[in-house]
């Protein structure tokens, strides 16, 4: 497990390394910068992920920056390897690529060009998989329930209705085809759009359709980013910022809480440390498999699972809020922002290790209560 974990945490402090790159490289000076990596590392969802879950998408995230930085270096044949191998690791970086193609080239037989060959790679690294039967069966059962997933929120129209998602990436599109930069516009505003799509674009597709908690986390290096960028008000953007992360780990909980029970500490340090308080069967109890009488812990769960869409519609607004104040604006020396973020930033770390210490403190009082 260790092992397994140190891996990941090499590619989440390199990730931090390039965050910090990039920031320097979009003209943020070196302390904001250094500000910038530190919010992305101590972000709540960052340490959840790596530290809990133990997922990979830290790879991806890795890569998907390191093509970021070429795009803003104007190195393109760079900026498409990079990508191009990011998607191979996790599908989501195509859900970024493509904006930041059509934000820059306008020549749509160009951008289809570069979309197909990056489907043609995907198509080759997938063939050995396909050549076996069983795996080729388990994997497009996996991305048609993907793909499911993706197109189920929908919104009714006259006597039909339309993808959610759709929607909100064609906009989103059609937005990035039709800007175009002017001449007289200043390399930091050019990076500034630049930064504001690529964290658009996770937006637009976390807030679309229901994902698994762990994918929040490729969302999270281009807030940091933003957070620190030279024209927006860093203090509300930490705010709403921190209230949307916060919100969305307390929804995870209450959707997920069966994650978070003494029965998953079992033979971990924590367990061999301090004991295990009486076990539960909550996940039988969540999915209603068992036949056990009402009691005070089952009425508490099919509460909190209630609880889950009041801060869902948190995230909703906090996230969106977000959105709305890195708003790419006119730009001048006059409305440049530069203030300390120290006491914000701590603020916002007590925030987080409070809303990530949640488990142990139940499981704590689990043990006292048993």
Not at 155 to 176: E, I, Q, T
Not at 214 to 237: E, G, T
Not at 270 to 284: D, Q, R
């Amino acid at each position: 497990m260790f092992y397994g974990k140190s891996i990941l945490l090499i590619a989440f402090i390199f990730s931090s390394v390039l965050i910090y790159k990039i920031c320097r490289v979009i003209n943020i000076n070196s302390q904001k910068s250094r500000w910038g990596a530190y919010i992305y590392f101590t972000s709540a969802m960052s340490i959840s992920v790596i530290g809990n879950v133990g997922q990979c998408d830290i790879f991806c995230i890795c890569l998907t920056l390191l093509g970021l930085l070429a795009y803003i270096k104007n190195e393109n044949k760079k900026f498409l390897f990079w990508f191009i191998v990011a998607a191979q690791f996790k599908q989501f970086a195509v859900f970024i690529f493509i904006p930041l193609l059509l934000l820059r080239d306008k020549n749509l037989l160009k951008i289809a060009g570069k979309i197909f060959l990056l489907g043609v790679v995907t198509l080759l690294c997938n063939l050995p998989i396909m050549l076996v039967s069983g795996a080729a069966k388990s994997r497009a059962g996996f991305t048609l329930g993907m793909a499911g997933k993706l197109l189920a929120n929908k919104l009714p129209f006259f006597h039909g209705n339309v993808r959610v998602f759709l929607v909100m990436f064609g906009a989103l599109c059609v937005y990035c085809w039709l800007h175009e930069y002017k001449d007289s516009q200043d390399r930091d505003s050019i990076n500034h759009h630049i930064i504001f799509t690529a964290m658009l674009s996770f937006i637009v597709f976390f807030t679309s359709f229901s994902s698994y908690p762990y994918w929040f986390m490729h969302m999270i290096p281009y807030l940091a980013i933003m957070s620190v960028c030279n024209y927006i008000d860093s203090r509300k953007f930490l705010l709403f910022e921190t209230l949307a992360i916060a919100a969305l780990i307390f929804s995870n909980y209450c959707i997920y809480f069966w994650c978070y029970t003494p029965n998953n500490a079992i033979n971990m340090l924590l367990h061999k440390l301090t004991g295990s308080p009486a076990l539960i069967n909550v996940e039988a109890i969540a999915r209603q498999r068992t036949n056990i009488k009402s009691t005070k812990i089952i009425d508490f769960i099919v509460k909190l699972f209630k609880t889950h869409a009041i801060f869902n519609s948190i995230y909703f607004v906090c996230i969106w809020t977000c959105a709305w104040l890195a708003l790419p604006r006119k730009t001048s020396n006059s409305n440049y922002i530069n203030y300390s973020l120290r006491s914000y930033v701590m603020l916002r770390l007590l925030v987080n290790v409070l809303a990530c210490s949640c488990p142990f403190i139940l499981y704590f009082l689990a043990i006292i209560r048993s």
